[in-house]
């Protein structure tokens, strides 16, 4: 026998119980299949348990600069044991929410593997259910790069690293996104010499080159070894330690540590639902969805990283309240995922935040724009706090002066991004942001100056 609902969800992490609360709240019976561990990769794996252990790694590294204020501190100790502690018991209290959220009577949960059986019929367990849409929330995993050698000398990725007990005497970290950057400099300053290597021509190789160089001269300051315009060859292994052979700018060059942390990034999580038999067009690296979440099949969309879209939570809430609304009102006109203000935030230190149009963008899309920066280095509040790395950056139409984006690299930068996300919310201009009003001495009132530079530019300025 086949049970129906109105709308299946299958994963319950952030975009899925988004997607679920929303159908459920336009009325629909909501189905949710998640085989767990409950809690999706936010909060189990990903943002919460990081930023939990970076706070101790950013403590660490400011009491080690006590001197620079005037303060002398007895020498720091490290335990690496009570900082895992102190996250799981965070972790712990964040999941135990969304484990009773998902068990609210509201929805039927079904803690099973889930696969297509055909475009209106999973298997899931043991039986066999169906329904009039299906939000596919199943998120990602860690890819396994194909680099000779890696496999058999062994290494920690992202989940693993997030669980150690026991502090490695050195690291080569592989990658340099924001899972590499915020897990090296964590176990840089908590001790362990940190080597990065990464493929491209600089970290983070998304970003704007001129918001990442902070970053750079910043953990090469604190003492890690960044290599970047590379390739990698090969990996050895010789009793406990292990090698990683590549070319740096062309040269053959080799590193030697205790352990390898492979952050070369996830893929969508898609082995095993058998996506051929619902005839939903993909790709290895993801299901192809429209701006309502759709797949090729209009009853079925696909929300969060499992789409290859933007792997950043906020953006999978949105796309999960887009799809569960679009599911239960197939015959209204539906709505759509604008990525206008899309925003990322890497949390190393100097944090680097976006909000908008890089100029990258704009030159690859042929758009016209106007920038300007200013430096922490030249601003009263972050010089009293010692903060003087990174600079802030502001795009605007060279006609209007509309805000296009906004990015910042230096102290709170997850912070002050928010000023920005809410004068673009409004489609506001850099003459609104000069007007506002901005408390002296802050960090926030650093974005006046580049305003200001660029009203200074626009006609009838």
């Known amino acids: 026998m086949t049970h129906s609902h109105d709308i299946i969800i299958i994963g319950g992490g952030s975009a899925g119980y988004a997607a679920a609360r929303t159908a459920q ?99 899931v367990g043991q039986q066999q259910l169906s329904a009039k849409a299906y939000i596919i929330a199943t998120g990602s995993v860690v890819s396994h790069p194909d680099i ?96 990683v052979h590549f070319l740096h700018q062309g040269q053959p060059r080799h590193v030697t540590a205790t352990s390898i942390l492979h952050a070369l990034g996830r893929r969508p999580n898609i082995d095993g639902l058998n996506l051929d038999a619902a005839q939903i067009a993909h790709q290895p690296n993801a299901i192809l969805v429209n701006k309502e979440m759709r797949t090729s099949q209009p009853h079925i969309f696909a929300v969060g990283d499992v789409n290859g879209g933007y792997e950043i939570v906020h953006i999978a809430l949105e796309e999960g309240e887009i799809a569960g609304w679009n599911a239960v009102h197939a015959n209204l006109p539906p709505k759509h995922f604008s990525d206008r203000l899309k925003t990322q935030v890497v949390f190393t230190d100097p944090q680097v935040a976006s909000v908008g149009l890089s100029e990258r963008e704009c030159l690859d899309r042929q758009l016209p724009y106007l920038v300007a920066s200013y430096p922490f280095n030249d601003h009263g509040k972050s010089l009293c706090l010692g903060e003087t790395y990174g600079h802030v950056k502001v795009l605007c139409h060279p006609q209007s002066g509309e805000i296009l984006g906004g990015h910042i690299v230096g102290p709170e930068a997850s912070e002050l991004i928010h000023e920005l996300i809410a ?39």
Do not use: W
């Open 423 to 461: 004068i673009m919310h409004f489609h506001g201009t850099v003459h609104d942001l000069l007007r506002i009003p901005h408390y002296h001495p802050t960090l926030a009132e650093i974005l006046t100056y580049p305003a200001e530079e660029l009203v200074g530019k626009l006609p009838f300025a």
């Open 148 to 243: 000779p050698g890696l496999e058999e000398a062994g290494y920690l990725t992202s989940d693993e690293a997030l669980e150690l007990h026991s502090q490695p005497e050195s690291m080569i970290v592989l990658g340099g996104g924001p899972v590499a950057l915020e897990l090296a400099q964590f176990f840089s300053r908590i001790g362990v010499a940190v080597t990065l290597i990464q493929r491209s021509n600089h970290i983070l190789s998304d970003t704007d080159e001129d918001l990442v160089q902070p970053v750079e001269a910043h953990l090469r300051a604190e003492g890690m070894t960044v290599y970047t315009n590379t390739c990698l060859q090969q990996v050895k292994a010789s009793g406990e330690m292990k090698t």
């Open 25 to 123: 709240a336009e009325g629909a019976d909501v189905g949710i299949v998640d085989q767990g561990p409950l809690g999706g990769l936010c909060i189990l794996r990903g943002c919460m348990p990081t930023k939990a252990i970076l706070r101790s790694s950013d403590l660490a590294a400011l009491i080690r600069r006590a001197p620079e204020f005037g303060l002398h501190s007895s020498r720091l100790q490290v335990n690496l044991p009570e900082i895992i502690d102190r996250k799981d018991k965070l972790i712990k209290e964040f999941a135990e929410d969304r484990i009773q959220a998902l068990h609210h009577p509201r929805f039927t949960l079904y803690q099973e593997y889930a696969h297509f059986v055909s475009p209106t019929i999973i298997q």
